[in-house]
C-alpha cells in the first residue's frame, strides 16, 4: 500500500500527522490533487476538541483548499494536469429541490470535505466526483498564489452573506468580530462600494492588529466599553445619527446578536453570520425594536459553488485582497501548532503548507 503523510483526527483531543493511504489513480469524475495550502480555521480548532456531529472519525480534515492537479479523471473537462486548483468545502447534491432552485447552500443532502471525504491536511487529495458534478474545482487564476486562493472558501462565505442582507454602494456597515472573517467581511463591504465600515472586537489586541491591517474607518474596543457607549457613538456619529444599515456578527456571542438589533437604524440589516454554541443557542430579542424599525434579521450558512467561483475572482483582480491577512505559515507536521494559533491575538489566517 502507497502511503502519504495526512492530519488523522482519531476523536476529541486526537489530531496527528501519520501515514496514511494514498489516494490512487482517480475514477471518473475525479480528480488527484498535491496539497499546496490548506487554510485552517477555528471550525478546524473545535474538531480538534470536541469532534462534529458529521464527522465520523477518522478522518483526514482540512476543508479551505488549494492543490495542483496532477492526475484528471475520465469526464472532468477544462482541468489539466499541473493546473492550480480550488476546491469548495460544502458539496451540495445538485439535484434536489433547493439545489435546483439556487439555494445550494441549504442543501439538505450537503455533504463536506474534510469530513465526508478526506480533506486538504494531507500530501494529497482526491477531489470526488460529487464536487466536479457540481462544478466545486475552480482553476486558479494566473498572479495567485495557493495560499491566497486556500482564502478563497471563508471569502465565499462572506460573500453569501453579504448577497443575503444586500450589502451596497451607501451602506453604513458594522463587522463585529476582528478575526479572518471580520477582515474579510471589512473589505468585502469595502469592495461593494459601503460608506462607512467599522470594526468591533471584545479582544483588543485582536481588534489592534486587524485594523492595522484593513484600515477601517474606525475600530472599538468592546472590551473597554462594556455599557457599548462608544460603539453606539461611533456608528451613529458615521451615518448622522441613523445607526449601521447593516451590521454583521462575525463571531459566535449571543451578546454581539442582542446589541445588533439594539444598534441597528431603522429598516437594517443584520446577519448572524457566527453561530451560537449548541448547548446555548439562544439571545434575548426585543421583537418590538424589530417590529417598529421593520429590520431584518438573516442567518448565513456556508457558501455555494458559485460564491466560491466569485469570491476567487474577487480575490484575482485584488478588489479583496487576502495576502496580508495570511499571518503564520506552518508546514503539515506541525498541524497541532498551526491549529492552536487560531486562538491566539497574534494570528489573523493561518496556511498550513504541506
Not at 502511503?3 to 490512487?24: Q, S
Not at 458539496?91 to 439538505?108: I, K, L, S
Not at 456597515?173 to 463591504?189: E, F, N, Q, W
Not at 491591517?213 to 475600530?219: C, G, K
Request: with cysteine; glycine share 12%; hydrophobic share 45%.
Amino acid at each position: 500500500m502507497t502511503t502519504m503523510r495526512g492530519a488523522m483526527f482519531r476523536g476529541p483531543g486526537d489530531l496527528a500527522v501519520e501515514d496514511v493511504p494514498r489516494p490512487g489513480d482517480p475514477g471518473p469524475g475525479e480528480v488527484l490533487l498535491r496539497m499546496r495550502a490548506t487554510a485552517a480555521c477555528g471550525t478546524d480548532a473545535k474538531i480538534m476538541r470536541h469532534g462534529h456531529p458529521r464527522l465520523e472519525p477518522p478522518m483526514v480534515i482540512g476543508h479551505e483548499l488549494a492543490g495542483e492537479v496532477v492526475a484528471v479523471g475520465s469526464g472532468v473537462e477544462g482541468v489539466a494536469v499541473g493546473d492550480g486548483a480550488q476546491v469548495i468545502a460544502a458539496v451540495p447534491c445538485g439535484e434536489c429541490w433547493y439545489c435546483r432552485h439556487d439555494r445550494m447552500t441549504v442543501c439538505p443532502n450537503q455533504t463536506s470535505m474534510g469530513y465526508q471525504y478526506p480533506g486538504g491536511f494531507a500530501e494529497f487529495m482526491m477531489v470526488p466526483a460529487a464536487v466536479t458534478r457540481v462544478d466545486g474545482l475552480n482553476i486558479i487564476p494566473a498572479g495567485v498564489t495557493h495560499a491566497e486562493a486556500a482564502v478563497t472558501e471563508p471569502l465565499a462565505c462572506a460573500l453569501n452573506a453579504q448577497e443575503l442582507v444586500g450589502v451596497t454602494e451607501g451602506d453604513d456597515v458594522l463587522v463585529m468580530g476582528a478575526g479572518p472573517i471580520g477582515c474579510l467581511h471589512v473589505r468585502l463591504a469595502r469592495a461593494a462600494g459601503a460608506a462607512s465600515v467599522v470594526l468591533a472586537d471584545i479582544n483588543g489586541r485582536r481588534l489592534e492588529r486587524s485594523a492595522g491591517l484593513v484600515a477601517p474607518d474606525a475600530s472599538v474596543d468592546l472590551s473597554a466599553d462594556p455599557d457599548g457607549e462608544v460603539l453606539a457613538d461611533t456608528v451613529r456619529g458615521l451615518s448622522d445619527g441613523r445607526g449601521p444599515s447593516v451590521i454583521i456578527t462575525a463571531a459566535p456571542a449571543a451578546a454581539a446578536q442582542e446589541q445588533a438589533i439594539a444598534l441597528a437604524a431603522p429598516q437594517g440589516r443584520i446577519s448572524f453570520f457566527g453561530g451560537l454554541p449548541k448547548d446555548d443557542p439562544f439571545i434575548r430579542c426585543d421583537s418590538n425594536i424589530v417590529h417598529y424599525r421593520e429590520l431584518m434579521l438573516m442567518g448565513a450558512n456556508g457558501s455555494s459553488p458559485a460564491h466560491n467561483r466569485r469570491a476567487l475572482g474577487l480575490i484575482a483582480s485584488d478588489a479583496v485582497p487576502v495576502a496580508d491577512l495570511i499571518t503564520h505559515r506552518f508546514g503539515l507536521e506541525d498541524i497541532v501548532d498551526a491549529i492552536a494559533a487560531i486562538g491566539e491575538g497574534d494570528a489573523i489566517k493561518v496556511v498550513v503548507e504541506p
